[in-house]
């Protein structure tokens, strides 16, 4: 009989255990709720932060990254990302106007490496939130376009429809282009406003559905592309409909719902949920459980205050024989009744703390009553919160528990 994997959390952690899980055989249950970290992200996958490549090092980990096999079986299977672009890395233009190296990247992002020394047009529409002018002056001031002597200009572009266009969601307004009629009319307004550019630089605009830019690509005359979105925009969205198709295809079973408690019984695992809409509380067996529940930005760990005025520190959300850990230090079961002070820890904290594991993800203080639970992605103490990070940790931890 297969072994059954539960796991909790839907990021690309979470997405990665269970691919890998399913790969090797086992029964695979995906519980998640709310959008965590994955589903607001920009469309850039790093491995380590990439701010900090002083010396060199974190290309080359970059590169390691690059020829993980796996890795790239999983992000051909999500088919909404592309592996690095030109060597060693891609390089992509972020909605604040920096262009920076990435790992790999939602497709739909312009991959700017092929596009050295030509001439870049950004899309100038009346977007609230897009400044077209002084986007296109902080790229072509970027280092790399000095370098290469790559140039960006503003070109004025009709495709707004109605004036509330101007200021609806972001995810709104890509979702119009999923409209086969508007993406085709997106692409013929690019090709009339400038037909001399070596390329177009628009907004994450193209589409929350991951094969809507192939389809604008298809009739542009010159590579298109976005820049990063900004927090809950179209390349979370593009991430969440790529991974529930993946979920489909693999044959995963996914429950909507909130872990309470996730203990040992016998030799297995028993999952409590919260109660749903209709007032049943719910409950899962599994052989194994990868906890991928993601760190304080998603609330998978949360900072509480019980009593006015006394903090009590970081916890998990929900009951788990685990330890949450910061810079190393155990800081308990169930929070102290100060906690650590973000005054001496720094806002960084918020980024560090996490679930006491060893490098396999299995959560130290392990016993035989702890068997067959792991953790993986921003859950992790003390891990560089990185997609690829998160994504390495989970196929890593969704192999072992299928194994037994
Ligand atoms: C603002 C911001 C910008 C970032 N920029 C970049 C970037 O440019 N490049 C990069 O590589 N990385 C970036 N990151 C980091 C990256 O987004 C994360 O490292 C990654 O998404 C973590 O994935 P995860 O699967 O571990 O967690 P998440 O994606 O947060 O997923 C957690 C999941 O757990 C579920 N969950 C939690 N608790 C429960 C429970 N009790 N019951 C059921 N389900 C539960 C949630 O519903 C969710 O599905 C950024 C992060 C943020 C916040």
Redesign the pocket.
Known sequence: MSRRVVV????????AAAFAAARAGAEVVV????????????G????E??DTDASGEVAARAQRALTDAELAAFLTALGAHRLGGTAPNGVIATASGVVRP?CAADRALLDLAPLAGRRVAVADIERDDWDASLLAKAFGASAWAEHTGTTFTPVFVRLLRTGYERRIAPYDFAELHDDPARGAALADALNAAAPDVDAWLVGPWLGIQPDTVAAIRARARVPLGET?SL?AGAAGARFERARDRLFTELGVEVRR????RVAARDASWALE??PDSDGAPGELAASAVVL????V????IVFTWRLPGVVRGFEL??AAPVTLALDGESLGGGGSLYGPSLETKGLGALERVGIACDALGRPVGKNAAQMGLFV????VAGR???????AL??LASGNVAAGG
């Open positions: 909790v959390g839907a990021g690309i952690a979470g997405s519980v998640h709720d709310r959008a965590g970290a994955s589903a607001l992200c920009s850039a996958l790093d491995l932060a990439w990435a990063t927090l719902g909130r872990v309470g949920l919260a991928a529940t993601g760190g930005g998603a609330g998978g959300p929900f993986a992605g921003d859950a560089p919160r990185t997609m690829l990070g998160a940790a989970g």
